[in-house]
């Protein structure tokens, strides 16, 4: 549903009749001709982002290469085919890399060196800066990926060290158990005496087991305990610093583009203006 509009003649003023089946309108009072592409540029480019709204890519793309026909070289429908290639709904998603990261890397970069080769000479600049924007988009994403498995890793290495120490019981518990066994069994098939200097020569024995576990088995266990979590939590800085380095530089990037990108361009069409509501099927 549209709005219904009608066209002006911008030389004689003359009202215009637009058959959209010809590639080229002229007026019917001066002869002045005019491009029915371009003299559909606006309501293309419009059409063209609600789609890329409803993720309808291929649709977006076609709009754009529509207007691209009139114009090999027009700004807006050559971004619109880097955008819709790159799965992005609007030129708004390059704020920020987080909003990158649903953004197509490979697809857009791609998509990008094609560009540049159609794009205007005075336009190449600003679609290189939005390759740098991308590669810097796309590394923060790996980054941030990463980082999400560090309390994973974190989990993991304090069980790990949590099941040492329980071995270290298990070995306490084991050893002990052994020597009651024994002594349980001397005591029941041989001398009683004898079987109590057997469990009272297990103890003797146990304290130094229990002593050489505790302060040096274990404390070897924390140590690298320790010296892993620290690890852990270095790798979550240098990454917090990486991302925050890699933040500043697209936010200079982003403030390079806007200033790269051209006015909005002035193109030889009929003026066109609102008629009354209506719909146009």
């Known amino acids: 549903m549209r709005e219904l509009v009608s066209y002006t003649c911008t030389s ?7 058959d959209r089946n010809e590639k080229v309108l002229a007026c019917p009072f001066c002869g002045n001709a005019f491009d029915v592409v371009l003299m559909h540029r606006k309501e293309l480019l419009g059409d063209a982002a609600t789609n890329m709204q409803h993720m309808e890519f291929n ?12 114009d090999p070289n ?4 050559l971004r619109g085919l880097v955008l819709c290639d790159g799965k992005l ?13 649903v953004c197509s890397f490979d697809n857009m970069q791609n998509s990008l060196e094609k560009i540049v080769n159609r794009a205007k000479e005075e336009d190449i600049p600003y679609f290189k800066k939005l390759s740098e924007m991308v590669t810097l988009a796309e590394e923060h994403l790996k980054i941030s990926n990463k980082k999400t498995a560090i309390p994973d890793a974190a989990k993991e290495e304090y069980r790990r060290f949590t099941d040492q120490e329980e071995g270290i019981f298990r070995l306490y518990f084991t050893y002990h158990l ?17 079987a109590i200097y057997v469990e009272l020569g297990a103890l003797g024995g146990f304290i130094p087991i229990y002593l050489i576990c505790k302060f040096v088995v274990k404390k070897k266990f924390e140590q690298k305990h320790h010296a892993k979590m620290a690890a852990i939590s270095g790798e979550e800085h240098e990454m917090d610093a990486r991302l925050a380095d890699i933040e500043a530089k697209y936010a200079e990037a982003l403030d390079e583009l ?3 990108e051209p006015a909005t361009q002035d193109m030889k069409a009929p003026v066109y203006s609102p008629m009354q509501n209506g719909a146009e099927e």
């Open 89 to 101: 709904r609007s030129v708004n998603t390059l704020q920020t890399p987080e909003k990158m990261k």
């Open 258 to 260: 806007e200033k790269l």
């Open 59 to 70: 649709s977006a793309k076609e709009k754009f290469e529509s207007i691209l026909t009139g």
């Open 12 to 18: 004689c003023g003359g009202a215009l009749i637009v």
């Open 178 to 194: 052994i020597t009651i066994l024994i002594a349980i069994f001397i005591f029941w098939f041989g001398n009683p005496v004898t």
């Open 74 to 77: 027009d700004f807006e429908a």
